[in-house]
């Protein structure tokens, strides 16, 4: 069932992920996700987490930076440690790409049949509690 399912769920999750949004490409979404749910991040622990160069992660918050997505913020007394929030306009394309998104899995969902949609709902439980069960572990 895991050979089944991994690749399944990789190339659902790449159609997902495929298309720039808003004029945001994929991977500058994952970044605004990253910030969205750690308000004040570095852009060192942000460089960290996605093993890239803190050069080459400073050029990419640069340009979300540029196009008015993202703020840096000096977030300690001593003004040494300066983290990363979503602006506003950060935050309307998080929801036009969230929406998208929904709108594209609704658009597949809807071209299946009855019996498909009630199995993928009673896997939805499921495969939800593999995560939650699965987080902390690495």
């Not at 942000?46 to 979300?64: P, T």
Request: proline letters at 4%; aromatic letters at 2%.
């Amino acid at each position: 069932m895991a050979d089944g399912l991994r690749p399944t769920l990789l190339r659902i999750s790449r159609e997902l992920r495929r298309e720039n949004i808003a004029g945001v490409s994929p991977a500058q979404v994952g970044l605004l996700v990253s910030i969205k749910y750690a308000p004040g991040i570095t852009a060192a622990e942000l460089a960290a987490g996605e093993r890239v160069s803190a050069a080459a992660m400073s050029k990419r918050l640069s340009r979300l930076e540029r196009d008015g997505l993202v703020a840096r913020e000096q977030t300690d007394p001593d003004r040494r440690r300066v983290g990363l929030t979503l602006t506003d306009e950060g935050q309307r394309v998080l929801r036009r790409v969230r929406s998208r998104r929904t709108a594209w899995l609704a658009t597949r969902l809807s071209e299946l049949d009855a019996d498909d949609l009630d199995a993928i709902s009673a896997a939805l439980e499921p495969l939800a509690r593999l995560l939650h069960e699965g987080e902390g572990r690495g």
